[in-house]
């Protein structure tokens, strides 16, 4: 079974910067797209960023292009977001998972952007 271990989240001020991490357990890593997406309270879970399997193909949501940069490390089966310039919209709790997404999700990290 696919483990997806989040961490990272904390409370930053606004135009703070945060750098999240994801371990993934399972060989499925190295050949999947993966992704991070977040949801914030009372809506839907949306995708921030994705990033192919070599790690060179990278795709934003318009709402984080430029702030955002997504990259992975297959070595450590890990995927990392590092997140600048962060806005009181950007909190949300952040959650990993391949591109598109398998049922099972991690317990996310908790992102709050405030001051």
């Known amino acids: 079974q696919v483990q997806l271990v989040e961490s990272g989240g904390g409370l930053v001020q606004p135009g703070g910067s945060l750098r999240l991490s994801c371990a993934a357990s399972?060989?499925?890593?190295?050949?999947?797209?993966m992704a991070w997406y977040r949801q914030a309270p009372g809506k839907q879970r949306e995708l921030v960023a994705q990033i192919g399997m070599r790690g060179i193909i990278t795709d934003y949501a318009d709402s984080v292009k430029g702030r955002f940069t997504i990259s992975r490390d297959n070595a450590k089966n890990t995927v990392y977001l590092q997140m600048n310039s962060l806005k009181p919209e950007d909190t949300a709790v952040y959650f990993c998972n391949k591109s598109p997404a398998l049922p099972s999700w991690g317990q996310g990290t908790q992102v709050t952007v405030s001051s």
């Open positions: 399972g060989s499925f890593f190295r050949i999947y797209t």
